[in-house]
């Protein structure tokens, strides 16, 4: 990644910087480089690779070579109690560390600094929107002008010595005796941790430290290997991280036409609480071939991409079902072509999900497939959810979020999403285990709590859990089916029926308002009830429409066979499940078109990967 400029390289993190102060060989200051972006509406700091910035608390640290203003010009925008004390430490710092160097650069620094007091940033060519931005340091004319400080070859050595601080050791990922990182780097980019960034190894306290180890000794990697991990998931955490148009190509979807289409690529992704990055083994691979299979990935696993349709091909050429077929081919071992690029299934898939946890991260995903069982496990995640007939905004099968959105979050915000439960859910689909049973509770859980079972969501979710713990469960209306809680679900249906063409009016609280929950947990207190309106509702509805009355009461008829003699007092949690899918089938197949064609399978299908 440093070799293509996607991370810094050892020593170095990527920094927001706003300005570039250019001196000449004596140390004076002759004009100020602004190095923002002024592309949109305001002008931001943009990044650039600098020598690695110290962690700082309450104490004063100065960075290396460059600093925001209160350190290297000792000045700011607000009233600094401390800022003497900041520049001093970066005064002192850079006297000390420049004072043998006889690299022009580095003595045009030393003499600046030698010469420098606050009071002079009141004169030309310094400007007040530089206060409290970051700030690097040129000299006038290196390399026309744009070659910074810290990038001349002497300045080198003393980055490297200034990272070399901590304890030796061995170090656990490279197997290598050196110099032991003491702290971890920042990572930045994982929604909800602090904007700061927060550490993915950390031991702030004597209580978590063993064998006389303090801080990073007690999981010691080598400060190499630390500064590559932080340095290579800052970069894929951040949000403009190898975004690329890649050119897909329509032949395998219509032989005879070969246009590609542009699909935007994304290398992060959001699952619940959860930001999670993801990349392909460079082993031996092009960049092309890896970028594409990063693609895929993105596209199996994350929403659907909108915009990406092409009109000229029918309404099921949508990219969504492209990339449903590439991944059958992938699942099947046969490689796919996106481009000009050939994408083998046996490529190695990384993934990784990291939450915040205050100043920390925990990990909630790390799972390490080929493209090809990825593939096997994304096509098995959604015909395990496959239901029949699709809820709307369907697609091709849901992706994890948008299956949780719209199945366990209160009021479907995905800020409700309970956060253990992503992680859980997510693991399941890549490792292809059986889903979390809180997922089924959760599920059940919003039902009771006044979600509509008619969307086909939650019915959705339910089977999936159904289909890996419990032998699975019907696609699509299944008459044959005997199990009492599904048999009770499309019981509830058909009651329902009967009272609103009975009453044939809007009805402020319909049986599935007032007992939706109680009759799929306790059948036995709800159910004698509602039968006993529903013989009221046909009898009012013979008078009205003698049709309609005998359709619903041959329902009656035939779904109260499976049902038997008496009500059972409660169902377990997993027939609470079958009552809310069997309620779904019954209540769907009234409003499906008569020609409409039948469920493709009405009996427990989809368990092969």
């Known amino acids: 990644m440093a070799a293509r400029g996607e991370a810094e390289p050892a020593g170095f993190s990527r920094e927001k910087i706003g300005f570039a102060v250019v001196i000449d060989a004596d140390g004076q200051p002759v004009a100020v480089d602004d190095l923002r972006d002024s592309s949109g509406k305001r002008p931001v700091a943009s990044p650039r690779d600098v020598p690695a910035a110290q ?40 006297l000390d560390l420049l004072r043998d160097s006889d690299d022009a650069g580095l003595v045009a620094l030393r003499r600046f600094l030698e010469a420098w007091t606050p009071e002079r940033f009141a004169d030309a060519p310094f400007t007040p929107d530089m206060l409290d931005a ?35 050791g061995l170090c656990l990922v490279t197997g290598v005796t050196g110099p032991i990182a003491r702290l971890h780097p920042a990572i930045k980019g994982v929604d909800g941790a602090q904007t700061a960034g927060a550490a993915l190894v950390s031991f702030n306290a004597a209580a978590y430290e063993s064998w006389g180890n303090e801080q990073g000794a007690n999981a010691p990697t080598g400060q190499a290997a630390a500064a590559r991990y932080g340095a290579a998931l800052n970069r894929l955490l951040d949000r403009s991280s190898r975004n ?81 077929d590439q991944l059958e081919r992938l699942a099947a071992g046969r490689p796919v072509a996106i481009g000009t690029e050939e994408i083998p299934p046996g490529v190695t898939i990384h993934i990784l999900g990291l939450a915040p946890n205050a100043a920390r991260l925990s990990v909630r995903l790390w799972e390490t497939h080929s493209l090809g069982t ?29 299956l949780l959105v719209n199945t366990v979050a209160a009021q479907e915000k995905w800020d409700n999403i309970p956060p253990l439960l992503a992680g859980d859910v997510a693991r399941a ?82 049986i599935r308002d007032r007992y939706f929950g109680a009759a799929s947990s306790a059948p036995a207190s709800v159910f004698p009830l509602l039968v006993r309106g529903a013989m009221n509702h046909l009898s009012a509805l013979r008078k009205k429409n003698i049709g309609a009355a005998k359709s619903i009461d041959g329902k009656l008829r035939e779904v ?39 469920a493709e399978s009405a009996t427990t299908n989809g368990d092969s990967e």
Not at 257 to 286: M, Y
Not at 461 to 479: F, N, S, Y
Not at 572 to 581: H, N, S, T, V, W
């Open 244 to 324: 690329r148009t890649q050119l897909v190509d329509h032949a395998n979807l219509d032989p005879g036409r070969r246009r590609p289409v542009a699909v935007r690529h994304r290398q992060r992704l959001s699952i619940g609480d959860a930001t999670t990055v993801f990349w392909a083994d460079a082993s031996g691979r092009k960049e092309e071939v890896l970028a594409a299979a990063e693609a895929l990935v993105a596209a199996g696993l994350g929403e659907p991409i909108e915009g990406d349709t092409d009109p000229t091909l029918g309404q099921d050429a949508t990219f969504a079902a492209m990339v449903r």
């Open 55 to 94: 962690k700082r608390t309450v104490a004063i640290v100065p960075n290396f070579l460059w600093d925001k203003t209160a350190y290297a010009l000792g000045v700011t925008a607000a009233e600094g109690k401390r800022t003497a004390q900041e520049h001093a430490a970066f005064r002192d710092l850079h």
């Open 134 to 168: 970051n700030v690097i340091f040129r000299l006038e004319g290196d390399e026309g002008g744009m070659r910074a400080i810290h990038d001349r070859p002497a300045a080198l050595p003393l980055i490297e010595a200034r990272s070399g601080d901590g304890v030796s």
């Open 429 to 510: 689909v890549l490792a292809g285990t059986p889903y979390p049973r809180t997922l089924l509770s959760n599920a059940i859980m919003r039902l009771r709590a006044g979600d509509s079972p008619a969307t086909g969501w939650h019915a959705a979710a339910i089977r999936a859990v159904l289909m890996r713990t419990e032998g699975g469960a019907p696609v699509g209306l299944d008459t044959e089916d005997k199990n009492q809680g599904y048999r009770l679900g499309r019981l509830f249906a058909v009651l329902e029926e009967a009272q609103e063409k009975a009453l044939d009016r809007e009805i402020n609280a319909t």
């Open 560 to 598: 109260m066979e499976g049902v038997g003699s008496g009500f059972p007092r409660s169902l377990r949690l997993e027939d609470q499940g079958r009552f809310a899918i069997g309620y779904y089938h019954q209540r769907s197949g009234r409003f499906r078109k008569k020609d409409a064609a039948p």
């Open 374 to 402: 990825i593939a096997q496990r994304a096509l098995k995640h959604r015909d395990h959810c496959r239901i029949e007939p699709p809820p709307r905004s369907w697609g091709v099968g849901p992706s994890i979020n948008r």
